[in-house]
């Protein structure tokens, strides 16, 4: 199975472009570049029943994120606030960044 490319990183600042929750903006938990999906903080929510456990002697039914299609984000700039697409570039150090096609900052730290 071969790595999708993602411009989408862990802790970046997205939105939702489709789907039941589109215009929603959150922060991404966590990605998945072998399937290219995203897990974003409080979009997507769904149910799942637990079993009582040891951990968990409660049990019942939780509330969780789930992954869906990274295609269906975009990067929100931190400089100029907007959803943009993300460019790449070298810097001359020879790092390379990613950028922020609208205003051309740096999306990296």
């Keep these: 199975m071969e790595i999708k490319k993602m411009s989408v990183r862990r802790g970046d600042k997205v939105l939702v472009l489709s ?3 589109k215009g929603k903006k ?3 938990i966590s990605t998945s570049p072998r399937l290219g999906r995203v897990k974003v903080e409080g979009v997507n929510i769904i149910k799942k029943h637990a079993k009582p456990t040891r951990r968990v002697p409660q049990g019942g039914i939780r509330e ?3 992954e869906f299609p990274a295609a269906r ?3 929100v700039c931190p400089n100029c606030n907007k959803p943009s697409r993300v460019g790449k570039k070298v810097l001359p150090d020879g790092t390379r960044v990613r ?3 609208k205003c051309d900052e740096t999306l990296d730290k």
């Design 26 to 28: 959150g922060k991404v």
């Design 73 to 75: 984000v975009m990067v």
């Design 64 to 66: 969780m994120e789930a």
């Design 19 to 21: 789907g039941k929750d």
């Design 99 to 101: 950028i922020c096609k």
